[in-house]
Every structure is written in C-alpha cells, then in structure tokens.
C-alpha cells in the first residue's frame, strides 16, 4: 500500500490498492448492457463542439488553439501531394497532416492526475504532493527525474520536462471504454443564461421537477447552456460575458460534495468551462481553489467532462420528457496524458 492515510470519505482503496480507474469501474457489463436499454429510436447526438473552439487564447492564457498543418516529404507540404514526384507512374494525390494542440483546449475529459493536493498520506506528519488513490505527485505522476526549482518559486520540484504522467494517464480511461448510461439535468430550463451557483438544494429541485433519476454508475451530464453562449461569438470569445453567464455548481455546498459521493455517479460533465463555478465562492483558511474537482478527482476518482455540446440532446430529451440515453466516450488513448479532446456520443 503507498498510503497508510487516506482523506475522510475518499474512495482510495475501494477498488484495489492499484487502482486508477475510480469510479468509472461502476460502469460494469451489466450496467453498459441495463444502459442499451435506452436506445430506442435509434438517433445519435454528437456532444463535441469543433476543436478549433473556443478560439485565441482568452478563456485561458496556457491553452492554445489547434494548429493544423501538414507533414513534408523533402521539404515539400504533403497536402494535394501527386505522388508522381518519387515515381512518374504513381497516380496517387496524397494530403497528410498533423495537429498541435493543448488537450484541454475544447470539448475535454479530465483525468485523475490533472488535480492533486497537499496530503499527508504516508502518516509521518508531513503533507506531500499526492493524486487520486495515494499516486504521488514527484514519483508516479513527474517520473523518475527531479528538478531543482528557483528558490523564488517555492516549490520542491519543477516537471516541466514531465513527458507525460507515469500513472493516472487518460489512456487509463480509453483502455477501460468509457460507456454507459448518460442522465442529463436541463439546468438552463430552470436558471436561464443566469449565473447561477447550483448547490445541492436547486439541483434536486431540478430532479424532482423534471422526474431526473441518478442511479450508481450514471454518468450525469449538466446542461447550463454556456456553450451555446460560446459557439454564438464565433472563435472570439467575451468574457466578460463568459464569466457572468449560466449555471455551474457551488463547489463549496458540503450537502452537493456529499450528494456526489453518496450518488455512486461515476462521471460529472457540464457543457461549461468547469462544470463548477470558477472562481469558487470564497472560504477561510487552507482550501482548494477548485473544491469541486478536488472532491471528484482527487477524492472519490469521478472524471470531469468539460465544454461538451449539450443543447440538441438537452432538448430532444425535454421535448420527449425523457433525461437518458446511452453514452459513449472515450478519450485519446494517449499514454501519460493529464486531459484529452473528446468527441462523445449520445444514443437515444
């Protein structure tokens, strides 16, 4: 075992001493074939929204649009590429490329080893850098290799040079499939383009009027309607606009992280850029910035679906007062990566 402590009401352990799937381990044959069962006209609904958005790099500075290019053979671009240039027979015209892009750009899965805490996991008295299941934060996520950090920086260790996480990567996720059961709550029909921090009390309102269910091993996907706000300003987005708008949940609502626990729902996904409200609302003393995403991936292992496109689902579910379908998606089965691009699908 690499911890001898683990965080009050945590799930570290509950699924094996190794564990790096969490709660996504709920989604059981039984459960994925139970979640078939909601298909039944047939339609699918893409809930990616393009890559390419939200566009620049104002809704965050370290996150850069995709950049698309080709690759070159002999220096030349391969894209409307006529073979015939190495063989004059060859009658191919061949286009070839590739894409540079931060994984969390878009449409996103986050995974266990994209938010750690100071925890004092091995009981000598002394918190250390650990990630979700006791990984820990200069051994199993930065690798082998340390860094001496600037003085100035305060920090123990500098991974910028990390070359993926050694465990707690995203393709844990794409390996396992990520597929079940999807139950959608319309939290735009209540709150409008509002913002709104939704804590436990309102999101069970919304449930009990909208007859929502959240069973174990349902993934709940959060529909706030900031995408639609997003995808409207066209690759240049306003935040001052952005951060005043639509709904997202109140990270620091005790009764709401309890309810998360208790729920056994094994994924959290909003169409909003945190599906928490960011900044949190403020609390005394040492606390996480992001309380939501420290409750989820850190604590219990519940992957964090971020910036989906949810409204056609949302509404074809509404007009049919229906709220599941069936899920599909998987990330990028990308070794060491911390989040993934992700194009889902829901099968209703």
Not at 294 to 309: N, S, T, Y
Not at 320 to 337: E, H, I, M, N, Y
Request: overall charge negative.
């Amino acid at each position: 075992m690499r911890w001898k402590n683990r965080p009050e009401g945590s799930t570290w352990g509950d699924f094996g001493p190794d564990d790096q799937l969490g709660r996504l381990n709920l989604l059981t044959a039984e459960r994925v074939r139970r979640a078939a069962l909601e298909i039944r006209e047939g339609q699918s609904f893409c809930l990616s929204i393009p890559l390419d958005y939200p566009g620049g790099n104002v809704v965050n500075p370290r996150r850069l649009p995709p950049q698309l290019k080709p690759t070159l053979r002999d220096g030349k671009p391969v894209f409307n590429f006529p073979f015939e240039r190495m063989d004059r027979q060859n009658s191919d015209i061949v286009c070839d490329d590739l894409v540079i892009m931060s994984l969390q750009y878009s449409t996103q899965w986050d995974s266990f080893a994209h938010v750690g805490a100071w925890f004092d996991a091995d009981g000598d008295g002394t918190p250390e850098k650990v990630y979700y299941n006791g990984y820990r934060g200069d051994e199993d996520i930065c690798g082998p290799k340390r860094y001496d950090a600037l003085a100035a920086g305060g920090m123990e260790h500098d991974c910028g040079d990390h070359g993926g996480a050694r465990q707690l990567g995203i393709e844990n996720f794409a390996v396992k499939g990520v597929q079940g059961r999807g139950v959608v709550a319309d939290l735009r029909a209540h709150f409008g383009d509002a913002k709104t921090a939704v804590g436990y009390d309102q999101l069970m309102r919304v449930f009990e009027a909208d007859g929502v269910e959240v069973e174990e091993g349902d993934m709940l996907l959060l529909y706030t309607g900031w995408t639609d706000l997003l995808l409207g300003m066209n690759r240049r987005p306003v935040m001052q606009v952005l951060d005043n708008a639509c709904c997202g949940l109140d990270g620091r609502d005790e009764k709401l992280l309890k309810w998360i626990a208790d729920s056994g729902v094994a994924a959290l996904i909003a169409d909003n850029y945190a599906v928490e409200n960011h900044p949190a609302k403020p609390a005394e003393g040492r606390r996480p910035a992001l309380p939501l995403h420290h409750q989820c991936l850190f604590r219990l292992g519940i992957p964090l679906g971020e910036i989906w496109w949810l409204k056609d689902l949302a509404d074809w579910l509404r007009s049919r007062r229906r709220s599941r379908c069936f899920l599909t998606a998987p990330p990028l089965r990308l070794p060491g990566a911390v989040g993934s691009p992700a194009t889902p699908i829901a099968t209703v």
